[in-house]
C-alpha cells in the first residue's frame, strides 16, 4: 500500500466525534418519556448499533409501529440529540491536524456511517468538515448494517479505490468486522465506551489509539506493509 493508491475511510460516532453518551442521553429520553420504557444506560448503549428501525425493533420487537411512525419517532430522537449536543461538539483530540495532513496529501477520504444523514450534515456543517470528505455513505444508503460490508465496499466505490487500499477508523467491533468483511485494515480509537479487549477475536487491526495526535498519514500507510 501506498499514498498514491490509499484511501482513508472513517465511522462518524466515536471516531469523528466523542457523541456517543449523548446518544444514549436521546435514547432514553424518547424511550423513557415517548414510549414509557424505562432502560439503565448501559442497557441502552448495548442497543445502540445499526439503524435506529433496527434498535425499535430489537427493544419492542417486529411491528411496534408503521415504517411512517417509526420514521417519525427516528427523526424525534435526532432532534433531541443535536439539541444536547451542538453546544459541545467538537472533533476528537488530533483529528483536525490529521485530517488537514492526510488532505494536503490528496490521500482522498470518505465517511462510512449508521447515522442517517440528518446527522452527517449537522456534524458535517457544524465543524466545517465539507472539503475533507469526497464521498458519504450513510444509514439511508444501505440495506444492511455493519457488521456487513456493504457500507465500506459502497465508501470504495464511491471513491473508485480498491477495497484492500482502504484504511478504515473505527471505535466499535462491529465497525472493525464490518471492515474486515469488506477486506480492509482498521485503526481502532479507544474510548470508555469500548475496551481494547473487546476487539480480540479480529485480526485486520493496524493499531490502537487514543488520539489521532499518536498517527501521522504517512507512517500510517508505511505501518500496513509491516508483516
Not at 448495548?46 to 425499535?56: D, P, R, V
Request: charged share 30%; with cysteine; glycine share 6%.
Amino acid at each position: 500500500m501506498n499514498l498514491s493508491s490509499v484511501a482513508f475511510l472513517f465511522d462518524l460516532n466515536g471516531t469523528i466525534i466523542d457523541d456517543m453518551d449523548f446518544h444514549v442521553k436521546a435514547w432514553s429520553k424518547l424511550l423513557d418519556e415517548d414510549l414509557g420504557r424505562k432502560m439503565t444506560y448501559d442497557e441502552v448503549k448495548a442497543q445502540m448499533y445499526g439503524k435506529n428501525s433496527e434498535l425499535f425493533e430489537r427493544v419492542f420487537g417486529k411491528g411496534f409501529r408503521s415504517d411512517e411512525e417509526i420514521e417519525e419517532l427516528s427523526f424525534k430522537k435526532e432532534r433531541i440529540y443535536q439539541s444536547i449536543y451542538k453546544e459541545h461538539i467538537r472533533l476528537i483530540d488530533g483529528l483536525g491536524n490529521f485530517l488537514e495532513k492526510s488532505y494536503q496529501l490528496g490521500i482522498p477520504m470518505a465517511m462510512g456511517t449508521a447515522a442517517i444523514m440528518f446527522n452527517v450534515n449537522f456534524t458535517v456543517n457544524t465543524l466545517d468538515l465539507r472539503r475533507y470528505f469526497k464521498a458519504y455513505v450513510s444509514a439511508d444508503d444501505v440495506s444492511r448494517s455493519k457488521p456487513d460490508p456493504e457500507t465500506y465496499l459502497n465508501c470504495a466505490e464511491k471513491l473508485g479505490v480498491k477495497p484492500a487500499d482502504c484504511i478504515v477508523f473505527e471505535d466499535a467491533p462491529k465497525g472493525v468486522e464490518s471492515a474486515r468483511n469488506a477486506g480492509m485494515k482498521t485503526v481502532v480509537i479507544l474510548s470508555h465506551l469500548h475496551m481494547q479487549e473487546e476487539f480480540h477475536y479480529l485480526d485486520n487491526i493496524i493499531c490502537f489509539i487514543e488520539s489521532y495526535d499518536e498517527l501521522d498519514p504517512s507512517d500510517l500507510v508505511n505501518m500496513t506493509d509491516r508483516p
